[in-house]
């Protein structure tokens, strides 16, 4: 497999154990069963208000061009190249909702506090209105369920969500062909405003976080803030080499398989803050440039 050339971040002491993170992932699912929100009375905090719920963007269905080569964008990297033959590939992705925003440490601070989830001092360090960072890829996944769980139970819940989630929709990490389309809209772009770096529209080449939404960006692909730079975003796809499919993403993953991380971080160049640029990291990680961002998204025939 090509090395990720964005990224690749793992852990100092040896891989995060295969079995390690899907027992996270079980402990996951049984926090947020065992809290479920609504459950606990009239006065119990229900952990949301209507502002700590995403604002969620409708990604209509349809086809978008995905991966690039040097001959379509000079700063493409090689693992960013569809096949041998292509330097781009066609996929088609159904309509999905992609958070406007990354989630911030207040989100994820009312994710903690609801669920008692063990999680790294330093998730929750940084102005409530910044991006939560150290955060791994099993603590944005505890998230995500924790915060499907809330929809469906929280009186707060705006009904139009409420409906989805009633008809089987669940927030999980966007994949990784959600996350490009999302960035990238149906016109090929390099960056999610256009074709040139555009240091007032995104947090890159700078020294730290700022709060979410701070760089304004009219003309981005859905009106989606951040997704270049500020913090790299987990999605929900292994590390693997193109064609992307996500119809082996369970299949031959290695021990110490990485997950796919986009965007590029605050101190980021041009290059790394491209819509097609991918990052890969160990599911454990927890770093200072490392966040998420949540999608709603059919939940697979057979899934919760
Ligand atoms: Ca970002
Ligand atoms: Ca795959």
């Not at 890159?204 to 009219?218: R, W």
Request: hydrophobic share 40%; with cysteine.
């Amino acid at each position: 497999m090509p090395a990720p050339v964005g990224v690749a971040v793992r852990k100092g002491a040896g891989f995060f154990p295969f079995p390690a993170w899907v027992a996270a992932l079980a402990m996951a699912a049984s926090a947020c069963s065992s809290q479920a929100i609504g459950e606990r009375g009239a006065t119990a905090d229900p952990g949301l208000t209507s502002e700590t719920f995403p604002d969620f963007v409708e990604i209509p269905a349809g086809p978008f061009v995905m991966g690039a080569d040097q001959a379509h964008d000079p700063m493409a990297f090689e693992n960013e190249r569809w096949s041998p033959a292509s330097g781009e590939g066609t996929v088609d992705v159904p309509a999905f909702y992609l958070a406007r925003h990354e989630v911030t440490v207040d989100q994820f601070s009312a994710f903690v506090r609801a669920t008692s989830w063990p999680v790294d001092a330093r998730a929750l360090a940084a102005p409530p209105a910044h991006p939560v960072t150290f955060v791994s890829w099993p603590d944005a996944l505890a998230y995500c369920r924790w915060m499907s769980n809330s929809i469906e139970h929280s009186p707060t819940t705006p009904p139009r969500l409420r409906e989805l989630r009633r008809a089987g929709w669940r927030v999980m990490l966007p994949s990784e062909a959600e996350w490009e389309k999302a960035a990238r809209g149906t016109d090929r772009r390099r960056y999610p405003w256009g074709n040139e770096p555009q240091r007032s529209r995104a947090n890159y080449e700078g020294t730290g976080t700022v709060p979410v939404g701070q760089f304004g960006c009219s003309e981005c692909s859905h009106g989606l803030l951040d997704m270049s730079g500020n913090v790299w975003e987990w999605t929900s796809s292994p590390y693997q080499p193109y064609p992307y499919d996500p119809s082996d993403d369970a299949a031959n993953l290695e021990a110490d398989a990485l997950w796919v991380i986009r965007g590029g971080h605050y101190g980021d160049g041009p290059r790394l803050v491209r819509t097609t640029t991918r990052g890969a990291a160990d599911p454990g990680a927890r770093r200072a440039f490392i966040g998420f961002r949540v999608a709603l998204s059919q939940a697979p025939a057979g899934a919760k």
